[in-house]
């Protein structure tokens, strides 16, 4: 049987601080060795303070993933050599005297499966290195502390995963969760890295590391099943070692045979006191968290929202803020519009307005906003706001435009900001729901099509085609039941 766990790294991006001084936690756009001070590059006799934010950041993670939270946590040192390790140790977190690190015990579902969630532990990042020359003999590597000291989350898991498929959901649902909570931005680069340790039936476990992106991932995993079943069929032992994926060749290359953990002379971190969490304040840490992305599609579904939006929309923290903030405005409106409901009839007629404005608005959102603000810098430039979005659809389900009109409304609403009534009078828009402009179209359009007129005499679906056609020359702007209507009566 195949077995995969992982190793999740997760660097709490939306933090101020690192992990132990005031250097900046998000290090992008420094020059190299600029955001660094003597604790995080650990000059002797600095002293590390403790970030408090980063453990009530870590600790609502470890709560979203249904973990048990300890009481006290503590610190440990984990001693190696390596350049982008400034002190020879990275302070980190291990259950040697009881359960002492942020998170264990939790689980995540993937589609059915139990993934369970061995520990949570909060530690900080070393820096980076950075290899520059095309050949092995002329590579040079620089190093960059710019890293060092942000604080980092590490995510194990149970080798509970059976195929690759499994673990690209579920880091799919991980990073969703991760944004939803406002902890961190996976996809800035780097943010969100993974290792993974594979075993095949009757072979040892096999760590694979340096692998850069959930894509490569994936791969670096087939590719290693593929590695130990041949193997094995071959009757040679697969032993148990660290493995490098290299994403030039695709393929997982042997590093070192793997450390154990004694091999790291781990020991308590004496310049850092045990931190007690006490239970006010993972309350307190409780009540703040945000709506999980699993009860907001499920409050969706119950506007009437088709599933399968319900859990795009709710998936993406961009558009569900964004839904959320047009709801809240929107239901200002209905309120305005119907008074306070204050029995159980108009309770029912304020719930059915809502209930289509959630739909409608759904709607445009999915079909249309996510493919015009699909990057971060449109989504900067974007001039919608929520009123827009609600005068939008208030006009949609008055039948002042059709929704094909809406388009054009929302893509000049994104671009300009323009209230709705001069864009639809900008480009002429108002829907043509006119008896007399309707039915005079209507009779040019029976008579340029004789053939489909007859056709739909005896085949009542042909009539649709008619439809298209009156739409089609008042350029979408019919309404489209009125047409339907019309047309029926004349052709009958
Ligand atoms: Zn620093």
């Known amino acids: 049987m195949t077995k995969i766990g992982l190793e999740i790294h997760c660097q709490l991006t939306k933090l101020e601080s690192k992990l132990f001084c005031s ?28 970030n408090k934010k980063a453990i009530e950041k870590a600790t609502v993670i470890a709560m979203a993933l249904n973990c048990q939270t300890p009481q006290k ?46 520990r949570i532990q909060l530690e900080e990042d070393p820096g980076r290195l ?66 993974a340790n594979v075993s095949i039936e009757g072979g040892s476990k096999v760590e694979i590391k340096n692998i850069n992106s959930f894509y490569d991932l994936e791969k670096a995993l087939h590719f290693e099943l593929t590695r130990q079943q041949s193997l094995a069929e071959r009757k ?3 032993i148990q070692e660290t493995r490098h994926w290299d994403d030039k060749r695709k393929i997982t290359i042997s590093a070192r ?12 971190e004496g310049d850092i006191p045990w931190v007690k969490i006490d239970s006010k304040t993972v309350e307190r840490l ?67 307005k809502y209930h289509s404005f959630a739909k409608e608005g759904a709607n445009i959102i999915t079909t249309d906003l996510m493919g015009l603000l699909d990057n971060k810098e449109k989504r900067n430039a974007s001039k919608l706001t929520a009123e827009h979005l609600s005068d939008l659809v208030n006009a949609i389900l008055e039948n002042k435009i059709t929704r094909h009109s809406s388009k054009t409304v929302l ?49 009542p679906e042909a ?9 089609k020359k008042t350029k979408g702007q019919a309404d489209p039941t009125l047409t339907l209507n019309l047309l029926k009566k004349k052709i009958s």
């Open 411 to 459: 893509q000049t609403m994104v671009k300009t900001g323009k209230p709705i009534s001069e864009i639809i009078s900008e480009f002429a828009l108002e829907q043509v729901s006119d008896d007399a402009i309707l039915s005079t179209m209507i009779d040019e359009v029976i008579k340029e099509e004789s053939k489909a007129v007859e056709e739909a005499k005896l085949n």
């Open 257 to 268: 045979s793997k450390e154990e953990e004694e091999d790291y002379r781990y020991f308590l």
């Open 463 to 471: 009539i649709n085609y008619l439809v298209g056609k009156v739409m």
């Open 236 to 238: 040679i032992e697969i």
């Open 130 to 195: 950075i290899y520059e020359g095309s050949s092995e003999r002329t590579q040079i590597t620089l190093v960059d502390y710019n890293r060092a000291g942000t604080p980092l989350v590490e995510i194990v898991t149970e080798p509970d995963f059976e195929n690759p498929k499994q673990v690209r959901l579920f880091l799919n649902i991980l990073s969703d969760l991760l944004e939803n909570l406002g902890v961190s931005d996976p996809s800035l680069e780097g943010a969100m890295r993974a290792d």
């Open 23 to 50: 250097c900046k936690a998000d290090y992008r756009g420094f020059e190299p060795n600029t955001n660094i001070c003597p604790v995080c590059v650990g000059l002797p006799g600095s002293l590390p303070r403790l």
């Open 286 to 352: 409780k009540e703040g968290m945000p709506e999980s992305i699993s009860s907001k599609k499920i409050r969706y579904e119950n506007y009437g929202i088709p599933t399968q939006v319900a859990d795009i929309l709710s998936s993406e923290k961009y558009f569900s803020d964004f839904f959320q903030k047009y709801l809240d405005y929107s239901n200002l409106v209905i309120n305005k519009k119907l008074g306070v409901p204050n029995n159980f009839n108009e309770i029912e007629e304020f719930d059915k």
């Open 73 to 118: 946590i503590a610190f440990f040192r984990k001693n190696y050599f390596y350049p982008d390790l400034p002190k020879n140790f990275q302070i980190t977190q291990l259950n040697i005297y009881g359960p002492t690190s942020i998170g264990q015990e939790g689980k995540i579902s993937v589609e059915g499966k139990e993934i369970q969630i061995r």
